[in-house]
């Protein structure tokens, strides 16, 4: 059974400082997919990951991806106010595009 | 990318009656899919909503609760049957299928059950 773990779940942070957040899974997948969600909101996509090795950058955010170790970091750099929000990643089930398996998401708060 | 919308946004409704929720994708998709998210939780998959077909629903999930319905390739609608409180959650429409992998989701029907 795929199963989505991440950490921290509640993350509280300074303006200015970088912290990553962690994403495990348990079982090969093709792709990762994180997601923020404000209060009150739907989700709103970030990062799409493919392949062993991928990296995408938007802004203040960074996403990695090690198929090898099952394993997707979030990296957050110099971290703004606007950044606090849940983020979730997510997991296709193998073979099944679609059928995402989430993680319980990692609450962020960024404080001045 | 694809725009989903989704009615109602929010509802309030009694035991035992059911709602039906509505999701319109402004293009064609392959897939949709509808997803729960109780208070303050995760993501939770019930089903693929197939066209022309019966839904794949998963462990957890059936159809008398939830049946749902994919008439084309931009429409279906979720039926929350016979609602108790445990029914109260966030109830989302998902969709995917280009080729960049991409997977959006609707605003939400947020749904309460007194």
Redesign the interface.
């Known amino acids: 059974e795929l199963k989505v773990e991440q950490n921290p779940l509640f993350l509280s942070m300074q303006e200015g400082k970088n912290y990553t957040i962690y994403c495990n899974y348990s079982t090969t997948s093709d792709?990762l997919?994180w997601?923020r969600q404000d209060p009150g909101?739907?989700?709103e996509?970030l990062f799409?990951l493919?392949s062993n090795g991928a990296v995408k950058q938007e802004g203040r955010l960074m996403a990695s991806l090690d198929t090898k170790a099952r394993l997707s970091t979030l990296h957050i750099t110099a971290a703004v106010h606007d950044l606090s929000a849940t983020y979730?990643c997510?997991v296709d089930r193998r073979g099944s595009?679609?059928?995402?398996?989430?993680?319980?998401?990692t609450k962020l708060s960024v404080k001045p | 990318s694809a725009v989903i919308s989704q009615k109602p946004s929010r509802d309030i409704c009694q035991r035992g009656t059911s709602l039906t929720i509505q999701c319109q994708v402004d293009s064609q998709v392959t897939m949709m899919f509808w997803y729960r998210q109780q208070p303050g939780q995760s993501l939770t998959l019930i089903a693929t909503a197939n066209q022309g077909s019966e839904a794949t629903y998963e462990s957890g999930f059936v159809i008398d609760k939830f049946p749902i319905s994919r008439p084309n390739l931009t429409f279906s609608t979720l039926t929350v049957s016979n609602m108790s409180p445990e029914d109260s959650s966030i109830y989302l429409c998902s969709a995917a299928g280009g080729a960049n992998y991409e997977q959006y989701f609707g605003p939400g029907t947020r749904l309460t059950v007194t």
């Open positions: 792709r997919y997601y909101k739907s989700l996509s799409v493919l979730f997510a595009q679609g059928n995402l398996i989430f993680g319980k998401g």
